[in-house]
Structures are given as structure tokens and as C-alpha cells.
């Protein structure tokens, strides 16, 4: 048994390392465009078979994003990066269920031992994957946000300099109290940002790689009847982990197309 | 940057996810969310209309309904108030047709009445004169050519007379 942190390289192309986790991504990719050709090809006003499928998933998720937003509108805008989320993202996580993980796979040399490199390894229990699309989920944050309300009043948010120093008496500027804690606020809001970063990937990347460590240790252990239990609740476990990527995305992008009406509120009433 | 790549983190491989994901989310934009969203908004909008049309019809069935009993009750109406209107004409023509027949066939009876007695007193007349002519016949026979004649006559007629009388 060799469990690693990191994706295994199957092949390279050149120096390119390509990853278990790569060619999974690769085919769950694959899988979506294709049933997105298939649906586009067949769109009918009277929907049937397929179309129904994806319909009423498609228009569940809208609905239930309309109820985080409270507005059609904006949950339509960011329908396609937060629903692409959740849709691959669980896709990959429920790759790990899928018999052979873990168990099928080519033997390498790696690091001086000859160990077995399985071909199906969810995507999302690799660093880079879930990184990848947590780079995602912050850097469209950000850009609704300036979009949604320009860029001077979304870059205020993280540096306040404007609250800073007071004119008093016609022309000395003075520090102001409520400026400087607006402005640390306003840095400690950037540093939250930046620990989007760690947060999203880490958590997914945290909870799937622990279920495939767990599922391979149970199987290995017990191969029969045991591991079952845990196959279901690492269905549940990929379900929630997917959820919480996407409605966290949801949540960010609203605050961020939402001015920070408090805060100057406060500034305000505080002068 | 050790850290990083005992974590299994690789710049080229970061990259790669990165933009198979920015594929994956364009083409499925493109392809699925655009059309479907669009095509959902579009049936809902029809069900929309279709839904408002159904109650419009309702509406308007109830309505033409309301009508087509109000057109009904005032054509039963009418159409009673013809019926009567015939009966009562029927009925007054009936009766003066039967008063007039009766006139009528009074005025006949009266009539053929008339007749009958002008017809028996010219008869009467005409038997008078017979007997007269006849009686005075017999007796000039009977007597000859006896008397008067202007005599004869009057005598005869007084006896006559009388015995009509009786």
C-alpha cells in the first residue's frame, strides 16, 4: 500500500508530468462537454430523456442560488462559474467510489521503491486541482466585484486610506482613530482574502484525500462487506464538500457585489 | 517552496487544472448554460401566457355562457309571448267568424222565412182567384147565363169571404 500526498505521475510528455488526477480531470471534463453537446444538440422546447435530467438539475441549482442571492438576476450571473464548481467538483470527488481506486494501476519506480501507481485517483484529492479552481473562485470574486460596483470602491474596501487623517481647523491633517481601525480592518479583510486561497483547497483537498486514505486502508483491511458504509458516506462527504465549495464561492461573490454600506455608515456617524 | 512540493503542488500541473477549468466552464457557458437557461426562460414565459390565456378563455367563456342563458330566457320569453299573442287573436277570430256565420245564417233563415210567406199569400191569392174564376164557372154553368154577371161575381166572392172566415 502506498499512500502519497501528492499525484503520481503515470507518463510524461517531454517534462510534463502527467498525473492520475490529470487524465481523471481530463475525463470528467470530457464527460461534461459531451453531455453539454448532447443536450445543446437535442434542445427541444418539449424536453425528453437527457434534456429532462440536466434541466432539472440545472433549474434546481439556479433556484436554490436564487435563494442565497434573493435575485434571479445575479444568480443567473454567477450561475456558470459557481455551478461549473459544484458540478466538477463533485464529479471528482465521487470518482473515489468508483471500484479500482487505488488497486489498478501501473507499477513505477518512484523515490528508489517500486511502488503501484493507480490510475483513478480523484481530482480533487490533488492539491493542484483544488487549487486550481479555489484561484478560481477568488480571482472571479474579485473581478464581479470591481465590475459590480468599479474599482475604486471595491479597492477601498481592503485599503480605507480615505478615513486616515481628519482636516482640523481648515488644513492640519490629524489622525483619525476611526480611520486607522477602518484600515486595519480593511488589511485584515485582504488577509482573509488571501487565506481563501488556503481555505478552499485545503478543505477539499483535506477531506478527499482522508476519504481515499480511508476507503484503501478499509478495503485493504476488510475488503468485503465493510467498506461499504464507508462508500456512502464518502458519497455524502463528496455531496457536502461540493456544496460548501460552491455556496462559499456564492456567498463571497454576493458580498462582493454588495457595497460595504455599514462601514461607511459607521465612519460617518463615528466623525 | 519545499513545503509546496512535498504537498505534490507543481506549477506546470497547477496551470493545466487551471486551464482545463476555464475550459471546462466556457464551453459548458457556451453550449449548455447559455441555450438551456435561455430556453427555459422562454418555456416559462409561455407557460406564463398560456396560463393567463387559459383564465382570459375562462373568463370569457363564463362570460358568453351568462349571455347565451340571458338570450336563451328572452328568446323562451318572446317566443311565450307570440304563443299567447296568437291564441288570444285565434280566439277572437274564431269567435267573430262564429258570429258572423250566425248572422248569417240568421239572415238566411229570415230571408228563406220571407219567402216562404210571400210566396204562400201569392199562392193563397192565386188560389182565391182560381176558386173564384172556378166556383163562378160552375155556377154560370149551373145556373146559365143567369143574372149579372157583375152581380154574380160579388155574391160569389161575399160567400167566399165568409166561408174563409169560418
Do not use: C
Not at chain 2, 149551373?142 to 165568409?162: R, Y
Amino acid at each position: 500500500m502506498n499512500i502519497s500526498l501528492a499525484a503520481e505521475p503515470i507518463f510524461h510528455i517531454g517534462s510534463f508530468p502527467v498525473t492520475n488526477t490529470l487524465l481523471v480531470a481530463w475525463v470528467i471534463i470530457l464527460f461534461l462537454i459531451i453531455i453539454a453537446l448532447l443536450v445543446k444538440k437535442n434542445l427541444k422546447e418539449i424536453p425528453k430523456g437527457l434534456q429532462n435530467i440536466v434541466e432539472t438539475v440545472i433549474e434546481g441549482a439556479l433556484n436554490f442560488m436564487e435563494t442565497i442571492t434573493g435575485d434571479r438576476k445575479q444568480a443567473k450571473k454567477f450561475f456558470p462559474i459557481v455551478f461549473t464548481i459544484f458540478i466538477f467538483v463533485i464529479l471528482s470527488n465521487w470518482i473515489e467510489v468508483v471500484p479500482g481506486l487505488g488497486t489498478i494501476g501501473i507499477w513505477e519506480e518512484l523515490h528508489g521503491k517500486t511502488v503501484l501507481v493507480p490510475f483513478i485517483r480523484s481530482a480533487s484529492a490533488d492539491l493542484n486541482v483544488t487549487l486550481a479552481i479555489a484561484i478560481i473562485s477568488v480571482i472571479s470574486t474579485q473581478i464581479f466585484g470591481i465590475m459590480a460596483i468599479g474599482f475604486g470602491k471595491y479597492g477601498k474596501k481592503f485599503l480605507p486610506f480615505g478615513g486616515l487623517f481628519k482636516i482640523k481647523y481648515g488644513f492640519v491633517p490629524v489622525p483619525s482613530f476611526n480611520g486607522i481601525i477602518n484600515f486595519f480592518a480593511g488589511f485584515l479583510e485582504l488577509i482573509a482574502e488571501l487565506a481563501k486561497f488556503v481555505s478552499f483547497s485545503f478543505r477539499l483537498f483535506g477531506n478527499i484525500f482522508a476519504g481515499e486514505v480511508l476507503l484503501t486502508v478499509v478495503s485493504f483491511l476488510v475488503p468485503y462487506v465493510v467498506p461499504l458504509p464507508f462508500l456512502f458516506l464518502e458519497i455524502f462527504v463528496g455531496f457536502v464538500q461540493a456544496l460548501v465549495f460552491a455556496m462559499l464561492t456564492l456567498v463571497f461573490l454576493k458580498m462582493a457585489v454588495t457595497e460595504h454600506e455599514h462601514e461607511e455608515h459607521e465612519s460617518v456617524h463615528g466623525s | 517552496m519545499e513545503l509546496l512540493t512535498k504537498l505534490g503542488i507543481d506549477w506546470r500541473l497547477l496551470i493545466a487544472q487551471l486551464v482545463n477549468f476555464l475550459i471546462l466552464v466556457l464551453i459548458l457557458y457556451k453550449f449548455l448554460y447559455k441555450p438551456l437557461l435561455k430556453m427555459l426562460e422562454g418555456r416559462k414565459e409561455k407557460i406564463e401566457k398560456g396560463l393567463r390565456d387559459a383564465e382570459q378563455l375562462g373568463v370569457e367563456l363564463e362570460k358568453t355562457k351568462e349571455l347565451q342563458a340571458a338570450e336563451i330566457q328572452k328568446a323562451k320569453q318572446e317566443s311565450r309571448a307570440i304563443i299567447e299573442e296568437a291564441e288570444r287573436r285565434a280566439e277572437a277570430a274564431g269567435a267573430e267568424t262564429k258570429l258572423k256565420t250566425k248572422a248569417e245564417v240568421e239572415k238566411l233563415i229570415s230571408a228563406a222565412k220571407n219567402q216562404i210567406i210571400s210566396e204562400k199569400e201569392k199562392m193563397m191569392a192565386e188560389v182565391k182567384k182560381e176558386a173564384i174564376e172556378l166556383v163562378l164557372a160552375t155556377a154560370k154553368k149551373v145556373v146559365g147565363k143567369v143574372i149579372d154577371n157583375k152581380v154574380n161575381k160579388e155574391l160569389i166572392e161575399n160567400t167566399i169571404h165568409e166561408t174563409t172566415k169560418r
